[in-house]
């Protein structure tokens, strides 16, 4: 993993290349010859980068260059900030396992024109027809947009301008449910009022302009009192209500920041009026936090963490028995831990949890677990670190503890720690006796949790599970929970291109299901038949090709193309389909070759394609293949009307020299273009093959004839063919009063050559003799 000076200083490298790429893709096309280079070059550094930080995120924020979580000013990119709000763009983030082909096509949509983008009706109906893979692109706001001159027209007056974006810093994107409340609050701030139960506020006495002249000065129950003694019904009560609304949002979205929704309530406590924040919060309950916090901090966190607590046992009291009510608990404590991650102020917590214990009647043992998890929270990463580090097989709760801490530490920058905790976890392996089939079962989750973290790690669970895999100690579940969790690290190592890894592990499952076949056919034969992603196969083919001298690689990727399955060979062939160079597409045809029969039935079935240049390429592979059936398959190819596919059939047909193949190539010269007939004919005197004589002959029966050039082409072939039959079609062909006096004095003059040599040949003979 890199560290944040170095992600810092190969981040900016990385977008100063996409600047380069743009600008050369905006005067060509990414498909050019003059674009490949530098596409090639910026995806290098991009790949490089995700490898190891898993993404990049690469955008413009009040002029200032994002990348990933840091925020920095870079004058050089101001060009890309350009290009990027011309288009309406505001960041752009790309994914570990990103392709060169996925990679191209994110490049076409970030150069599109402004007319491109306009055709398609926007930015966001682009993206929908492209399906971008490995990358999202984000709009820019829309006060940033810019046009083809770098300007941004507002859309608004200058004074709205301002005004918004000052509110916008200060108030936060809430619900229309809170919107509600704030204006509700507000009235009763700045208007005064009498209260009612149904929460209707009524002018008194002062009327608009006059305020309340003593403010809120106590809070009883729900109910606040006014000037007067007069209550403001339920205020306060719905604040708390727009609380849970918002915190209810925030259950919606599992991936948002739990820090977040407690920091847009602490903008929202922080707009209203001080003397009522005090005033609200003057009867809290015994035992709250002497916290040295402001006091809209202090509600924020008060609020929130009741929030969490009131819904935590609203859940739990309202939970099923049995089996199910485990999975119930599981579900609302990760959501408690992850809320009251936010404040963090455990004594507070452990009152008002025991207060809603009793209001909601929880059982003993689902409170002591919550203050348990309460307990946890509130412990210094190092402790947790340590406390984790000391068990030897983890519960339910104990696991998702490791998997939060892990996460915590690598957002932190502490990939050893975390590399720590799951190197431990595998400690489970070493006694098979005692190992659980949860505990197998849970890998999958810790694999992703540190995928792309460290390759150490990698080989140490690839190590572990392929010794289990073969292991008679695990029963039948187990064994099939660590086929799972290969899969699920061969599709990581994939992804981070350590396919000598996935090689290993595929190797393993092979053996593993060599042992029996019919008993491993569901769970090592299945997985090893989707063992690679597809978009892992997109990236051999790319890789294949710049590394097409190594051996050891091309054995690796043989074997993993094989076990992908029909799946894999497509997917090549489609990489075949879209090379644009001549050397390239002659790599990949010939690593098609070494797959043998699984790219068969593939390349038999494109000789049918409506595209010319898939068909030109079957051929191809068909002949390296040595398709026994060649020739009773590639006949729709012959009669193509495209000459590119002849040649390329034609090609096909007469370098596999199949009995036969002659004949069948000059039975169909009558449909080829004149270009490959030639060519064809040039081959079939090349071969000297007696089978093509009835079709030459039968050629020259036709329109053929006509064509003095080709009808000489053709007697030249026939009269190079030794043999009785070819002189004696010769002798009629002299006589022929179709062909022209040319074609006649052609075909007399390859007789006599044809005795001169018969006469040689005899007096050789007789010198022997």
């Known amino acids: 993993m890199l560290d944040t000076a170095q992600f810092k200083v190969r981040g900016l490298r990385y977008a100063r290349s996409l600047q380069s790429v743009i600008k050369m893709v905006n005067m060509f096309s990414v498909e050019h010859t003059n674009s490949l280079r530098p596409v090639q070059v910026s995806y290098d550094l991009l790949n490089d980068i995700v490898k190891q930080t898993r993404y990049l995120t690469v955008g413009f924020v009040n002029e200032r260059v994002l990348l990933n979580s840091i925020l920095t000013s870079e004058p050089n990119l101001k060009p890309l900030e350009n290009e990027f709000l011309k288009r309406g763009i505001g960041a752009v983030t790309f994914d570990a396992g990103i392709t060169l082909a996925a990679y191209r096509d994110a490049v076409a949509v970030l150069a599109a024109s402004a007319q491109t983008i306009e055709e398609c009706g926007g930015l ?63 009235r009763l701030n700045v208007m005064g009022g009498q209260g009612h139960g149904d929460g209707n506020v009524e002018k008194n006495g002062q009327g608009p302009s006059g305020g309340l002249s003593g403010g809120l000065v106590r809070v009883a129950g729900n109910s606040v009192a006014g000037p007067g003694g007069d209550t403001i019904g339920g205020s306060f009560g719905a604040i708390q209500q727009a609380v849970d609304q918002k915190f209810e949002s925030f259950l919606r979205n599992p991936d948002d920041d739990p820090k977040k929704a407690y920091e847009q309530l602490a903008s929202l406590i922080r707009g209203l009026r001080p003397d009522y924040v005090l005033s609200a919060m003057s009867a809290a309950p015994a035992g709250s936090s002497s916290s040295t916090k402001a006091p809209s901090e202090q509600v924020t966190s008060e609020l929130f963490e009741d929030a969490a607590l009131r819904w935590a046992s609203q859940r739990l009291a309202a939970a099923p028995t049995g089996e199910e009510a485990v999975i119930v608990e599981e579900q609302v404590f990760r959501v408690l831990l992850r809320s009251l991650q936010a404040t963090q102020t455990a004594s507070r917590l452990a009152h008002r949890l025991t207060e809603l214990a009793v209001e909601y009647a ?114 039948r579940i187990i064994h099939i929970q660590v086929v799972n969790a290969l899969a699920a690290l061969a599709t990581t190592t994939a992804l981070y291109e350590d396919f000598a890894a996935t090689h290993r592990i595929g190797a393993a499952l092979e053996l593993s299901a060599a042992r029996d076949l019919e008993v491993h056919a569901k769970c090592c034969t299945a997985t090893l038949a989707s063992l690679l992603p597809a978009s892992a196969v997109d990236r051999i083919g790319e890789l294949f090709i710049q590394r097409r001298t190594d051996p050891v690689w091309a054995r690796i990727v043989v074997a993993l193309l094989r076990w992908s399955g029909p799946r894999g060979v497509d997917r090549l062939f489609a990489k075949l389909e879209s090379e644009s160079s001549t050397a390239n597409r002659l790599v990949l045809v010939r ?153 006649r004095r052609a075909t007399l003059q390859a007789l006599h050559r044809r005795e001169l040599a018969d006469d040689s040949f005899s007096d050789g003979v007789q010198q022997i003799k």
């Not at 993206?127 to 820019?140: E, G, K, Y």
């Not at 595209?611 to 191809?620: L, P, S």
Request: charged letters at 25%; a negative charge; glycine letters at 4%.
């Open 124 to 186: 966001m109906p682009l993206l929908d027809q492209r399906q971008l893979a490995f990358v999202r692109i984000f709009p820019a706001n829309k006060n940033e947009v810019r046009n083809k001159h770098g300007d941004t027209i507002l859309e608004v007056g200058s004074e709205e301008f301002l005004i918004s974006k000052a509110l916008s810093e200060i108030k936060p994107d809430f619900s229309h449910g809170m919107d509600a409340v704030l204006n509700r609050v507000e």
């Open 362 to 475: 929880l059982p003993r043992q689902t409170v002591d677990r919550m203050q348990q998890e309460i307990r946890w929270m509130t412990l210094a990463p190092p402790q947790k670190l340590r406390d984790l580090l000391a068990i030897g097989h983890y519960s339910l709760a104990e696991f998702r503890r490791l998997i939060e801490l892990m996460k915590d530490l690598i957002s932190r920058g502490k990939m050893e720690d975390a590399v720590a905790l799951g190197t431990h976890y595998f400690a489970i392996f070493q006694n098979y006796d005692e190992i659980k089939i949860e505990e197998v079962g849970r890998v999958p989750d810790l694999l992703r949790t540190l995928a792309g973290v460290s390759n150490e790690f990698r080989l140490v669970a690839a190590e572990c599970l392929t010794t289990a895999l073969t292991s008679d100690r695990l029963n």
């Open 591 to 743: 690593l098609l070759a070494r797959l043998g029969d699984a790219s068969l039935v593939p390349a038999r079935q494109r000789l049918v394609h409506p595209e010319w240049y898939v068909v030109r390429n079957a051929c191809k592979v068909l002949g390296e293949l040595k398709d026994p059936e060649l020739l009773q398959q590639i006949e729709p190819a012959l009669h193509h009307k495209d000459p590119r596919v002849q040649k390329a059939a034609m090609k096909t047909v007469m370098e596999s020299r199949m009995p036969g193949s002659a004949a069948v190539i000059a039975w169909v010269l009558p449909g080829f273009a004149p270009a490959v007939l030639e060519e064809a004919l040039d081959e079939l005197s090349y071969h000297k093959d007696q089978s093509c004589l009835p079709g030459l002959e039968s050629y020259l029966d036709g329109p053929g004839a006509s064509n003095t050039r080709m009808a000489l082409k053709v007697i030249q072939a026939i009269a190079a063919i030794p043999g009785d039959a070819a002189a004696e079609i010769l002798e009629n062909l002299a006589y022929d009063s179709r062909l022209n006096e040319n074609a």
